[in-house]
């Protein structure tokens, strides 16, 4: 079950949900011709709305903002579903609002996870609803994972009143070489995926190395059986999708084929690789790939080898995708190490927290303080609130949404966490979670707990979970 | 790195003959003896020999003691996984070097795994180097619903790591089971009581037992093997998640009155908690399970090993379904995180003392251990861990590792790793050379 839904991936097209978003992914389209013409834009768009929430000043706690800065006795100003004031005590507010006294806790920015399976891999794991892995060909991009996600999954729930997780980005499985697109979501409940779907969020295209596209498919005596394999499908699929995207660019007809429109979209920068892959050794070689086809990684995952190149990440500006301490699963995770976020950090290269787990999703945060803690003991004294970007801005950059989310200024969504304590303690669970400025989770009150149709009825629905 | 190296070097030789334990006085930490109790600051411990002598806030130190102060530190037993295949797996995935179960076998509850455990095994070290000292190892059940014998060993530098093989027998009883047993529910419970039966005729005349007659389900060395449980000399550590399963298998003892029955599990557990208290049956969960991963979880939730201990069960806690061969040193997230529980209204935490107890002394009795190990009281073994903050913080670490008395090595190849990796780039020679 870990093996399966290691395997990711993400692909993605601009996200458009909205017609501002659709009207900017025509702009950027260099020469939509005639081959295109045809195509929607945004064929299952976002109808995510925020929901409504109460204009909110949360007083006195301690702030990280996600993006590295600090403020003890701080003030955050929610309001019009988005951070509108951020500060020290002296900072204005309105005086007819709701003021909450957050003395002794924390704020932070909603935990971003940039490798989740939730929906797509639900609760309950059963067949009937695996849907992770359309593991019948090593190239498969031409699926979207947002298409297996099941809104019901209780998982999502319990990321956010356990996690404070507000955004996330769901990867199809990691059997194929290119396992499809991903889809970033906003952790709310809803009816349909489109409910949940992050507007303007750019989709990914999910790509992985190693052991599982060769055990998956030379299992079955088919390519690729080998590492070598590997790289031997991707670098033909390559040469495919630059075909593809040249006449597509040049206006010329040519049948539509969903898989070469992704991977065309990669190759024009529209949508962002994200990466499995475990060895240093072999994300050298995806390095080398990607200039090979004038593309871009923007992040490896499960990268448990990153320490190991940790310069030459920094110098390609190539995010990792971490646990805080997986290990040895299987042989290309043999050599994990818990200071690996630590390492990736101080070499100046972009470091990541994820999860790829529907139960490691709800303790990121402790995630990160065993990283923590691993980096001070060897000499790496990150500060708190450094770190915290290891959760907030750093996958929001690699999620193509820092614009929007990812941090507490002024003017981006009013996605917000407060803790009831340290958020690096295992004593701290979260208290309030905000999503675009509306409270979606209150530890206070039973009913502001979300309850899927899934556990609806049954016994434990709506216990503290 | 120096001093590292130096460490190895000496658990090398140590595997030929053990260090003698001398006596070692460790005064002024945070201590927590592991019992429940909650913590004594400025607590004192001496071992002597291999065991605990005394451990508390006033405790006399003998002359001629080596002295370790543990000033801004804390103090605790050895963790003890109530639930693991440490020393079976090196790495999951590669079939080679994973020994937790095997399928096709003419015979599944005579499997003893005491002979299989490797303590070099590198998860062996992982952990030990975190503060995990002893572990209850659990057969696999891959060949039928009865997994076999598993032991409980200690995770020291040394080549002899049983502390009690053939602890227990091991057994699947929800929805694995009914897999196991052919496809349901009822298949199951009429394998097992035929099983239990012909374990039963077999304890009363050996000689006599025919596991060769098409009727017997039960092989003779498998007959022998279950025989104990029967009669109540071996503990059956019970796989079940569901309430209504639980109830079950409770009432298994209306027909088998002498099973010793712990169970492993038990995501529902605090549906039914005044039973299993009643019954007087220990439980290891998992602790942070709170999804509906399978139906017979559907109630699972976080407030289950707190909901369980007020209504007054036993509950330890081990790995459950993951990462059963690598990582034991989660068990001082999964304590830490019941006491979190403490603060959200509805839930059920657990105080720090209890918590503690869920991974130390309380998996060591439900194995009829403890006395032998898992706290700080005196006469257990001197399974000591010295930490740089609270244990149950997960930005802390072991400082100190005693098992039976002896300082154990705690750097590991992870460390190796690390320092090896502490600046990317090749020096003046390749990176292959520094070690």
């Not at chain 1, 359309?134 to 099941?150: D, K």
């Not at chain 2, 057969?139 to 032991?151: D, E, K, M, R």
């Not at chain 2, 006395?371 to 740089?388: E, F, H, Q, T």
Request: glycine letters at 12%.
């Amino acid at each position: 079950m870990r093996i399966a839904s290691i395997a990711m991936a993400l692909a993605s097209l601009a996200c458009a949900g909205t017609a501002i978003a659709a009207k900017k992914d025509r702009q950027e389209a260099p020469a939509p011709g005639a081959g295109s013409s045809a195509e929607p834009e945004n064929p299952f768009p976002s109808t995510y709305k925020p929901y409504p929430g109460v204009p909110t000043v949360i007083r006195g706690a301690t702030i990280y903002d996600g993006e590295g800065g600090r403020i003890d006795n701080g003030v955050v100003f929610l309001s019009g579903g988005k951070v509108t004031a951020i500060g020290g005590p002296d900072t204005p507010i309105p005086a007819d609002v709701a003021v909450i006294d957050a003395k002794g806790k924390w704020v932070t920015p909603g935990v971003i996870d940039i490798h989740s399976h939730l929906g797509d891999y639900p609760s309950p794991s059963v067949a009937a609803l695996s849907d992770g892995n359309e593991a019948t060909s090593p190239v498969t991009a031409h699926v979207w994972a947002e298409h297996s996600v099941w809104p019901q999954d209780p998982g999502f729930g319990r990321a956010m009143a356990n996690g404070g997780v507000t955004t996330l980005q769901i990867l199809p499985g990691s059997a194929n070489l290119f396992g499809g697109r991903g889809v970033t979501l906003k952790n709310v409940p809803a009816r349909t995926m489109q409910g949940m779907k992050f507007r303007g969020a750019p989709y990914s295209l999910k790509m992985a190395c190693g052991e599982n596209p060769k055990r998956v498919y030379g299992s079955k005596g088919r390519e690729p059986s080998t590492r070598m394999g590997n790289m031997a499908v991707d670098r033909q699929t390559w040469i495919k999708a630059r075909e593809y995207q040249k006449k597509r660019a040049a206006g010329k007809d040519q049948t539509r084929d969903l898989g070469m429109e992704t991977l065309a979209d990669v190759l024009e920068g529209k949508i962002l690789v994200q990466n499995h892959c475990y060895r240093a050794d072999e994300m050298a070689n995806v390095i080398d790939m990607a200039k090979e086809f004038g593309y871009k990684v923007t992040a490896f995952h499960h990268a448990v080898e990153s320490y190991k190149i940790a310069d030459l990440l920094r110098d390609n500006g190539i995010c990792s995708a971490m646990w805080g301490d997986w290990y040895g699963f299987k042989m290309e995770a043999y050599d994990g190490i818990k200071e690996n976020i630590p390492l990736v950090h101080n070499a100046g290269a972009c470091a990541i927290v994820h999860s790829d787990d529907e139960n490691g999703i709800q303790r990121l945060n402790q995630e990160a303080a065993k990283a923590l803690g691993a980096g001070r003991r060897m000499g790496i004294d990150v500060p708190d609130e450094i770190a915290w970007t290891w959760l907030a801005i750093n996958p929001a950059k690699a999620m193509g949404i820092a614009d929007k989310t990812g941090s507490l200024k002024p003017g981006k969504m009013g996605d917000v966490v407060l803790w009831n304590g340290d958020p690096f303690s295992t004593y701290t669970r979260p208290e309030k979670v905000w999503v675009d400025g509306a409270l979606l989770y209150d530890a206070m009150d039973p009913k502001r707990r979300s309850v899927s149709d899934f556990e609806l009825g049954q016994i434990g629905a709506g216990d503290v979970k | 790195m120096n001093k590292g190296l130096l460490l190895m070097a000496a658990a090398t030789f140590a595997f030929a003959a053990p260090a003698l334990a001398q006596t070692i006085a460790i005064t002024g930490g945070t201590l927590a003896i592991g019992d429940g109790s909650e913590l004594v600051p400025n607590g004192t411990v001496v071992i002597a020999n291999g065991k605990v002598v005394a451990a508390g806030p006033n405790v006399a130190v003998p002359a001629g003691a080596k002295m370790i102060d543990a000033r801004g530190k804390w103090v605790t037993p050895g963790l003890v996984s109530g639930y693991s295949r440490v020393g079976l797996v090196e790495v999951p995935g590669v079939s080679e070097t994973n020994d937790s179960g095997a399928q096709g076998l003419p015979f599944s509850a005579a499997i003893d795994v005491a002979p299989a455990i490797n303590p070099l095994a590198n998860p062996v070290a992982i952990s030990r180097t975190a503060g995990v000292t002893r572990a209850v190892v659990v057969p696999q059940a891959s060949g039928g619903i009865f997994a076999g014998q598993g032991a409980v060993i200690d995770l020291g530098a040394d080549m002899s790591p049983i502390t009690k093989a053939r602890a227990f027998q091991y057994v699947e009883m929800g929805e694995e089971g009914a897999k196991q047993a052919g496809g349901s529910r009822p298949a199951l419970y009429l394998r097992f009581r035929t099983m239990l039966r012909e374990a039963q005729a077999y304890a009363k005349v050996p000689a006599s037992y025919d596991g060769r007659s098409t009727d017997a389900l039960l092989t003779r060395v498998d007959a022998e093997a279950l025989a104990p449980v029967v009669n109540g000399a071996m503990p059956l550590l019970v796989h079940v998640e569901s309430a209504r399963d639980i109830l079950a298998v409770l009432a298994l003892r209306q027909e088998f009155p002498a099973l010793r029955l712990i169970l492993a599990g038990a995501a529902e557990g605090w549906m039914v908690a005044s039973q299993i208290a009643a019954a007087k049956v220990p439980v290891i969960a998992g602790g942070l399970d709170d999804l509906p991963s399978a139906f017979e979880k559907l109630a699972a939730t976080q407030s289950n090993v707190g909901r369980m201990v007020k209504a007054g069960v036993s509950v330890s806690m081990g790995l459950m379904e993951r990462d059963e061969g690598l990582q034991l040193r989660l068990a001082t997230q999964q304590a830490g995180n019941m006491v979190a529980l403490n603060k959200i209204p509805g839930a059920a935490g657990l105080s720090w003392g209890q918590a503690l107890r869920t991974i130390t002394s309380a998996p060591a009795e439900a194995m009829g251990l403890g006395d032998r190990i898992g706290s700080l009281r005196p006469g257990r073994a001197a399974d000591v861990v010295l930490w740089d903050g609270d244990p149950l913080e997960m930005e802390s670490a072991p400082v100190s590792v005693w098992i039976d008395g002896v300082e154990q090595p705690i750097d590991n190849r992870q460390t190796k790793l690390r320092d090896r990796y502490a600046t990317p780039a090749e020096g003046g020679l390749p990176k292959a050379y520094s070690w």
